[in-house]
């Protein structure tokens, strides 16, 4: 089965009007990757405040915009909280639901990050599902179990439209990746799990890793089993470091 790997930058809460200056230049160098058959998508995800102004730069270009989180309503009383209708509307194509910060900061459970990615999918929207274990529960020989628990509580209905990132909260932001066997391990038991969850259309979905991804360590992750791209935070801040991660697919 072919999945055509994805490349998403989680902007996470950086970046100010003026910053459309480096997405100008995502849009650039994903166009030349574009052209020279890259098999990638490329996607970014800004803070809510600037998605509507990306999505006017990125229209026809090979980026699309995606939100970092959503409510799981379409309107109603909820101060501050962004409808995935929203996100749709501002021009959004995808959206992050259940990062590890917002479960942790938010107290995001499995059962609201799967209300939200149900939301995603209401909205007409991708739900890229953001699971992952702790050191202490991978020391713990406990990192299958959590993800596993996770997976079962956090994916929607559908297996179209949905995709996950696997994200050891000990590689976020650190420096520290798992060693790629370990990745091709998790990415194994995601795939047998979606498997298990939607049947054949499990192995649809694509599953991207994440966690210190740089473009100095990307090419021996993306060439891991069962990875489909990566959603990266920090390095995705810069142009020229996120598009030489998604050039590992040219
Ligand atoms: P990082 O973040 O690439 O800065 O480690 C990844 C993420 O949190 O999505």
Redesign the pocket.
């Given at each position: 089965m072919a999945r055509r790997p994805l490349v998403a930058g989680?902007w996470?809460m950086n970046g100010l009007s003026a910053s459309i200056a480096e997405l100008d230049k995502i849009i650039v160098g994903a166009g030349a990757l574009a052209q020279r058959s890259a098999n990638v998508d490329v996607m970014v995800c800004p803070p809510a405040t600037l998605i509507a102004n990306f999505a006017v730069a990125a229209r026809g270009s090979n980026v699309a915009i995606g939100g970092q989180d959503c409510h799981a309503l379409s309107a109603g009383a909820f101060t501050g909280d962004i409808a995935a209708e929203m996100l749709r509307d501002a021009g959004a194509q995808a959206v992050?639901v259940g990062?590890?910060?917002r479960r942790q900061y938010h107290g995001e459970t499995d059962a609201a990050v799967r209300a939200k990615a149900q939301a995603a999918h209401r909205a007409g929207l991708l739900a890229i599902v953001?699971v992952g274990e702790t050191r202490a529960e991978r020391d713990g020989g406990r990192a299958r179990e959590v993800v596993g628990a996770q997976l079962d509580g956090s994916l929607p209905e559908n297996a179209a439209a949905t995709l996950v990132?696997y994200?050891p909260i000990w590689?976020?932001?650190?420096g520290l990746t798992p060693h790629p066997s370990d990745v091709a391990d998790m990415h194994g038991f995601i795939r047998t799990r979606l498997g298990a969850r939607f049947g054949e259309a499990g192995e649809t979905v694509r599953i991207l890793y994440?966690?210190?991804?740089?473009a100095s360590n990307a090419k021996e992750l993306m060439a891991t089993a069962n990875v489909d791209g990566a959603?990266?935070?920090?390095?995705?801040l810069v142009a020229g470091e996120f598009l030489a991660i998604a050039g590992v697919y040219r």
């Open positions: 989680n996470k992050i990062h590890s910060e953001c990132a994200e590689a976020i932001g650190t994440g966690g210190s991804v740089k959603l990266v935070g920090g390095a995705s």
